[in-house]
């Protein structure tokens, strides 16, 4: 069953048009691969898809529900979560403190007034949320650092866990591989397929082929803009179009 459709989605910027007539959807429960060239428009996908943008056409449809030109934090709330390619973490605060920030999306409680220790109630919820997921994550020995201490595989998976902590339905993660080496790449996949196993659905845009055709059950090509190809990994490699526009020509 299709958690997230996308329906003829045109978006324009000016005289640009970023993305034309897109389509595709998302079964519940699948890793979806959201590839293609730089410039293909899949950011701009995922921007519309979490409410940063709205389509100048089209519709974009969450559970039975029509949610193009919902704000960003309606969407959030309604349980479509977005990590960015930028790891965007409170520096100077410890591991715990960064996830209580993701407490906020579900109304839990106030993230400052959870590290202030004020409504002591949603303090102890929010709390023991943020420790669960933490140990789900694998950083329960880090919680007390400070964010910045954390070398770049454990900054993402703060980055997941913050997202986490909110209770997410579909996580959309834009390049969580990027600049990795391979031992953080494969723990990344790991702990993504973890996230996938406990029932959230993810949507991925990503550039590491290998994470990409390891991790995925099915794959949206995007090129200059317009659903390219869809498929396994299986098909899109042996694509000749996606050979053509996007592997460099080669197998």
Same mark, same amino acid.
């Given at each position: 069953?299709?958690?997230?459709?996308?329906?003829?989605? /045109?978006?324009?910027?000016? &005289?640009?048009?970023?993305?034309?007539?897109?389509?595709?959807?998302?079964?519940?429960?699948? %890793?979806?691969?959201?590839?293609?060239?730089?410039?293909?428009?899949?950011?701009?996908?995922?921007?519309?898809?979490?409410?940063?943008?709205?389509?100048?056409?089209?519709?974009?449809?969450?559970?039975?529900?029509?949610?193009?030109?919902?704000?960003?934090?309606?969407?959030?709330?309604?349980? %479509?979560?977005? /990590?960015?390619?930028?790891? /965007?973490?409170?520096?100077?605060?410890?591991?715990?403190?960064?996830?209580?920030? &993701? +407490?906020? %999306?579900?109304?839990?409680?106030?993230?400052?007034?959870?590290? #202030? &220790?004020?409504?002591?109630?949603?303090?102890?919820?929010?709390?023991?949320?943020?420790?669960?997921?933490?140990?789900?994550?694998?950083?329960?020995?880090?919680?007390?650092?400070?964010?910045?201490?954390?070398?770049?595989?454990?900054?993402?998976?703060?980055?997941?866990?913050?997202?986490?902590?909110?209770?997410?339905?579909?996580? #959309?993660?834009?390049?969580?591989?990027?600049?990795?080496?391979?031992?953080?790449?494969?723990?990344?996949?790991?702990?993504?397929?973890?996230?996938?196993? +406990?029932?959230?659905?993810?949507?991925?845009?990503?550039?590491?082929?290998?994470?990409?055709?390891?991790?995925?059950?099915?794959?949206?090509? #995007?090129?200059?803009?317009?659903?390219?190809?869809?498929? /396994?990994?299986?098909?899109?490699?042996?694509?000749?179009?996606? %050979?053509?526009?996007?592997?460099?020509?080669?197998?």
């Amino acid at each position: 069953m299709a958690i997230l459709e996308i329906k003829n989605v /045109t978006k324009q910027f000016g &005289g640009l048009t970023a993305l034309n007539d897109v389509s595709f959807q998302v079964e519940e429960g699948e %890793i979806r691969g959201l590839i293609g060239p730089n410039g293909a428009g899949k950011s701009t996908m995922f921007k519309n898809i979490a409410g940063f943008s709205i389509p100048t056409k089209g519709t974009i449809v969450y559970q039975g529900e029509n949610i193009e030109g919902k704000k960003p934090h309606a969407i959030a709330e309604m349980g %479509i979560v977005r /990590t960015f390619q930028e790891t /965007t973490l409170f520096q100077e605060l410890s591991v715990f403190e960064n996830a209580l920030v &993701g +407490s906020h %999306i579900k109304g839990r409680t106030d993230v400052f007034s959870a590290i #202030l &220790g004020l409504d002591k109630q949603k303090q102890k919820a929010a709390a023991d949320k943020v420790r669960d997921v933490l140990e789900f994550m694998g950083l329960s020995e880090r919680q007390n650092q400070l964010a910045s201490e954390l070398p770049l595989g454990s900054q993402r998976a703060l980055a997941l866990a913050i997202a986490l902590v909110s209770e997410p339905k579909v996580m #959309l993660m834009d390049e969580p591989f990027a600049g990795m080496n391979a031992e953080e790449t494969n723990h990344m996949m790991d702990l993504t397929r973890k996230v996938q196993e +406990s029932g959230i659905t993810v949507v991925l845009v990503e550039h590491d082929m290998k994470a990409v055709m390891g991790l995925c059950h099915y794959l949206t090509v #995007l090129n200059f803009g317009q659903v390219l190809a869809h498929g /396994t990994p299986e098909d899109v490699r042996n694509n000749e179009k996606v %050979i053509e526009a996007y592997l460099g020509g080669t197998k």
